[in-house]
């Protein structure tokens, strides 16, 4: 079974320090990994999506990296800031048998506060 | 920037009744999505939706529900006999075929 796990499930920083957050994965056949990010009643907005091959990739202060092998990826937000404070979703994607599209299945998320 | 739009942002219905809840998805997408969360919990998939037909669904997909496109923008996701377990957030998707999936705000479905 398709599976993602996240930790810590919750974290608190203070203001402009840095934080990482960790997921693992077991989802086969496996297509890409992304992070997302969820405020409060919104819907998840992606940060960054990675495929097999990529180790890592920045979008701004956030940075995720993948180790394909053993099926671990992180994400560092430096310098975090208070509109930071969210659940950060861990999301793998498999690719259906069928092809005509991608399973998602998500984590837990972790949710992150920050402090002023 | 494009959206996903969904609507009613809140739902609130009696056990037994039919509930629909709408999404537009962005406009030139081809593949189209419903998750749901329940309260404290992870996101689920329900349902993907590509060429006017169902590609796959999650064993949560019973018979209860139904999706449609109806027209070129509206996508529908039904559940004819709603439950209070159904009580959760539900969340429509959309993207091109290799372009990460872009979530609308979500319908909070409530089952009195």
């Known amino acids: 079974k398709n599976q993602v796990e996240q930790s810590p499930q919750s974290l608190i920083i203070l203001e402009g320090k840095n934080c990482t957050l960790q997921c693992n994965y077991t989802v086969s056949p496996f297509s890409n990994l992304r992070w997302y990010k969820q405020d409060t009643g919104r819907g998840p907005v992606s940060l960054t999506i990675m495929t097999f091959s990529e180790n890592t990739k920045s979008n701004g202060r956030y940075t995720a990296t993948l180790d394909a092998d053993t099926k671990q990826s992180s994400l560092h937000i430096t310098a975090s800031q208070l509109s930071d404070s969210a659940s950060y979703i861990c999301?793998?994607?498999?690719?259906?048998?069928?092809?005509?599209?991608?399973?998602?299945?998500f984590g837990s998320g972790t949710q992150l506060t920050v402090l002023p | 920037e494009p959206e996903v739009t969904q609507t009613p942002s809140h739902q609130v219905t009696q056990m037994g009744q039919e509930v629909i809840l709408r999404c537009v998805p962005i406009?030139?997408?081809?593949?189209f999505y419903w998750y749901r969360q329940i309260l404290g919990q992870k996101v689920e998939f329900l349902v993907s939706f590509y060429n006017n037909e169902i590609s796959e669904k999650s064993e949560i997909f019973d018979d209860q529900f139904s999706v449609e496109r109806p027209d070129g923008s509206n996508f529908t996701l039904k559940i004819r006999s709603t439950k209070l377990e159904d009580s959760a957030m539900y969340f429509c998707?959309?993207?091109?075929?290799?372009?990460?999936?872009?979530f609308g705000d979500g319908t909070r479905l409530s089952i009195l």
């Open positions: 406009s030139n997408h081809l593949y």
């Open positions: 999301v793998v994607s498999a690719i259906f048998s069928s092809g005509s599209a991608r399973q998602l299945t």
């Open positions: 998707a959309s993207n091109l075929s290799e372009q990460p999936q872009h």
